[in-house]
């Protein structure tokens, strides 16, 4: 009660009241950037992570080079049907799909550009969850067997459509007396999809198993046998089966392989991230101690007459103790909610900002995903809401031990 009294303190009792809101403020205001900051790190974290797997194969199974008979050089695995349906069978496997991959230009009309690939069934497209399962996806995936699928930002850089001819350029191509002449196939667009990350739709075409094998001459077999697994973040534990699978020679690639750099540099900016928060939060929390010093002075004759009537060292530790919490609750209270209520809109926000900016806020050519999401963890809110707390708490510790030690006939003296 005498807590919640001295925090309603009057401007003419020493402007403590005010100190009290700008602690407040402040402590709030840190929170809820801690929080925001922590959800859009996790949401970027998570979304970027989705894109890759569902996408990409969560390991690729190809070999090293290797001699045939007629003493040619190759890195095909030539039974690459059999070795799919050897490593379908070992546990937590849940797709292997033997691949083409090659690279080629592909033209329309007066542009052109680089696209990378891959050769698919389309029973093992359909499987693919950013492809067959895009929400912004154009055409018939089942006609894919009669032409070609295109990621949106390629199609978008040769301004195609659906049912438009697309010309495919590969320099490494028929093998005539004469020597090597570049391949040019022209194929129909008859689906357009979007995987959510720039660098894919930008550059990758999808054709069929066969057609691929004919336009980039890989007769001999397969370029690799793609993967995906029912536990991604654990693909270290399927190394030995896959080896013990794909006999000697056998080569593994995992998405932590490719992209594995990334994320740890991810993770540390994380961390650096909430150090340099944490700091702020302290900041706002150091101003709970100038409040109370504040206080104590102004109630140093309240403290001398409570002690003369029997009040503890202890129990005026704790009224003083209690206005420091107060305010460090009541601040982290309306950061949580402020927080939760920004993070839950990130993405209008972000939308309105890129309207307001001409579309310069956010750039998917160089953060790789279209969109800023946001993802609210209980780890992330309980350890912005557990740093806050303590900072508050410790901060009141020395000004409330000072007035608990006042000694009470110096604060009645002048009185």
Same mark, same amino acid.
């Given at each position: 009660?005498?807590?919640?009294?001295?925090?309603?303190?009057?401007?003419?009792?020493?402007?403590v009241?005010?100190?009290?809101w700008?602690?407040?403020?402040g402590i709030?205001?840190?929170?809820?950037?801690?929080?925001?900051?922590?959800?859009?790190?996790?949401?970027?974290?998570?979304?970027f992570?989705?894109?890759?797997?569902g996408?990409?194969?969560?390991?690729?199974?190809?070999?090293?080079?290797?001699?045939?008979?007629?003493?040619?050089?190759?890195?095909?695995i030539?039974?690459a049907?059999?070795?799919?349906?050897?490593?379908?069978?070992?546990?937590?496997?849940?797709?292997?799909?033997?691949i083409?991959?090659?690279?080629?230009?592909?033209?329309?009309?007066?542009?052109?550009?680089?696209?990378?690939?891959y050769?698919?069934?389309?029973?093992?497209l359909?499987?693919?969850?950013?492809?067959?399962g895009?929400?912004?996806?154009?055409?018939?995936?089942?006609?894919?067997?009669?032409?070609?699928a295109i990621?949106?930002?390629?199609?978008r850089?040769?301004?195609?459509?659906?049912?438009?001819?697309?010309?495919?350029?590969?320099?490494?191509?028929?093998?005539?007396?004469?020597g090597t002449?570049p391949?040019?196939?022209?194929?129909?667009?008859v689906?357009?999809?979007?995987?959510?990350?720039?660098?894919?739709?930008?550059?990758?075409?999808?054709l069929?198993?066969?057609?691929?094998?004919?336009f980039?001459?890989?007769?001999?077999?397969?370029?690799e046998?793609?993967?995906?697994?029912?536990?991604?973040?654990?693909?270290?534990?399927?190394?030995p089966?896959?080896y013990?699978?794909?006999?000697?020679?056998t080569?593994?690639?995992?998405?932590?392989d490719?992209?594995?750099?990334?994320?740890?540099? #991810?993770?540390?900016?994380?961390?650096v991230?909430?150090l340099?928060l944490?700091?702020?939060?302290?900041?706002a929390?150091?101003?709970?101690?100038?409040?109370?010093?504040?206080?104590?002075?102004?109630?140093g004759?309240?403290?001398?007459?409570?002690r003369?009537?029997?009040?503890?060292e202890?129990?005026?530790?704790?009224?003083?103790?209690?206005?420091g919490?107060?305010?460090?609750?009541?601040?982290?209270?309306?950061?949580?909610?402020?927080g939760?209520?920004?993070?839950?809109?990130?993405?209008?926000i972000m939308?309105?900002?890129?309207?307001?900016?001409?579309?310069?806020?956010?750039?998917?050519s160089?953060?790789?995903i279209?969109?800023?999401p946001?993802? #609210?963890?209980?780890?992330?809110l309980?350890r912005?809401?557990? #740093?806050? #707390?303590?900072?508050?708490?410790?901060?009141t510790?020395?000004?409330?031990?000072r007035?608990?030690?006042?000694?009470?006939?110096e604060?009645?003296?002048?009185?």
């Amino acid at each position: 009660m005498i807590a919640w009294r001295y925090l309603r303190a009057r401007r003419a009792e020493g402007g403590v009241s005010v100190m009290t809101w700008i602690s407040l403020i402040g402590i709030a205001l840190g929170v809820m950037a801690l929080i925001v900051t922590l959800a859009v790190r996790a949401g970027f974290r998570t979304e970027f992570v989705d894109t890759i797997l569902g996408s990409n194969a969560h390991v690729a199974v190809s070999r090293a080079t290797w001699v045939d008979e007629n003493g040619v050089s190759s890195r095909a695995i030539p039974e690459a049907g059999r070795l799919a349906e050897t490593v379908r069978a070992i546990p937590g496997v849940t797709r292997a799909a033997p691949i083409i991959r090659g690279q080629a230009m592909a033209t329309l009309n007066d542009r052109s550009n680089v696209a990378e690939v891959y050769g698919i069934s389309l029973d093992d497209l359909k499987t693919i969850p950013r492809v067959a399962g895009s929400d912004e996806a154009l055409g018939d995936i089942e006609r894919f067997g009669e032409g070609m699928a295109i990621g949106v930002g390629i199609a978008r850089d040769l301004g195609v459509g659906i049912g438009d001819r697309v010309k495919l350029i590969q320099p490494s191509g028929a093998k005539t007396a004469f020597g090597t002449s570049p391949r040019v196939n022209a194929y129909e667009v008859v689906y357009i999809f979007s995987a959510g990350r720039w660098d894919i739709d930008r550059t990758r075409i999808y054709l069929p198993y066969e057609e691929a094998q004919s336009f980039f001459n890989r007769e001999a077999g397969a370029d690799e046998i793609e993967v995906y697994v029912a536990d991604p973040e654990a693909i270290d534990s399927y190394g030995p089966a896959l080896y013990e699978a794909g006999g000697d020679g056998t080569i593994l690639w995992t998405w932590r392989d490719s992209s594995g750099a990334f994320l740890n540099a #991810l993770d540390i900016e994380d961390d650096v991230m909430f150090l340099i928060l944490a700091l702020v939060v302290m900041i706002a929390a150091l101003n709970i101690t100038s409040g109370l010093v504040m206080l104590v002075k102004n109630k140093g004759r309240d403290i001398g007459i409570l002690r003369t009537m029997g009040l503890t060292e202890g129990s005026v530790l704790r009224v003083f103790f209690l206005c420091g919490a107060f305010t460090g609750v009541i601040g982290t209270l309306a950061g949580v909610v402020l927080g939760c209520v920004i993070a839950l809109n990130i993405d209008a926000i972000m939308s309105a900002i890129n309207w307001m900016t001409g579309g310069g806020a956010w750039d998917p050519s160089i953060r790789g995903i279209y969109r800023l999401p946001a993802e #609210l963890r209980a780890w992330d809110l309980g350890r912005a809401v557990g #740093l806050s #707390l303590l900072l508050s708490f410790l901060v009141t510790i020395f000004p409330a031990r000072r007035a608990a030690r006042m000694n009470p006939v110096e604060a009645l003296r002048y009185e």
